[in-house]
């Protein structure tokens, strides 16, 4: 069946751009995660969606970092006026319930140049 | 210290030998265990979850030990296939939010 799927794959931009990275969760999955990767280091946890809501936020970095989802389904992940320390693969992740296993998505790698 | 510790490696494994390593977590009120595998730029993937019994997966076996908080991944028959960076992963909270390990990274060599 249809994976996890996260667009644009690859998104180049220039500081001081916003952008926005998409992700479309497994099909019924109710909870929705982004997490990021820099070249070499681990997961780092940014936002949870149960359904339309987002009871952790936590893990954005700072207040130019946003999310969305709607429908229960499609999420929205916005940088807004990226930086640099920005560049790193954003993943997505949707799990049946809260708790149990998540399935990624292949990542958007953002580069800001 | 971190939530989730690992050793980085490498594990060089010969092709057909047995290889484990360990994971270990500090926060003893975690709920579920899970070893991902990650490929070189590639998104992570779900290996197994990890039961208090311990589990088999065919070649793969996971152990778990609660008194010394520590969670193991055994690997019999190695393949060439099998290299790639082994991810610890612990949710400590009932709705999901995984720690991550940094990553085990394992190298099959023919």
């Known amino acids: 069946g249809a994976g996890v799927s996260q667009s644009p794959s690859n998104k180049v931009t220039e500081k001081g751009k916003d952008v926005e990275l998409r992700c479309d969760p497994i099909s019924g999955h109710t909870a929705l995660y982004w997490y990021r990767q820099s070249l070499g280091q681990g997961l780092e946890f940014l936002i949870y969606?149960?359904?339309?809501?987002?009871?952790?936020k936590s893990g954005l970095p700072s207040d130019r970092f946003s999310a969305e989802r709607t429908g229960g389904s499609v999420s929205t992940l916005t940088i807004q006026r990226t930086q640099q320390e920005d560049s790193a693969v954003y993943l997505c992740a949707s799990s049946l319930t809260p708790g149990s296993e998540q399935y990624f998505g292949p990542g958007t790698r953002l580069t800001v140049t | 210290r971190k939530e989730v510790e690992q050793d980085p490696g490498p594990f060089n494994v010969p092709e057909g030998a047995t290889v484990a390593f360990n994971c270990t977590y500090s926060n003893s009120a975690s709920q579920s265990f899970f070893w991902y595998r990650q490929d070189c730029r590639k998104e992570p993937k779900l290996l197994m979850s990890v039961y208090s019994s311990g589990n088999e997966d065919g070649r793969f076996t996971a152990q778990l030990n609660r008194a010394s908080q520590y969670i193991s991944l055994l690997i019999r028959d190695s393949k060439l296939s099998d290299s790639a960076t082994y991810l610890c992963v612990v949710n400590r909270d009932s709705w999901g939010k995984l720690q991550f390990g940094a990553g085990t990274q394992v190298v099959v060599t023919p």
């Open positions: 969606f149960q359904g339309n809501s987002a009871p952790d």
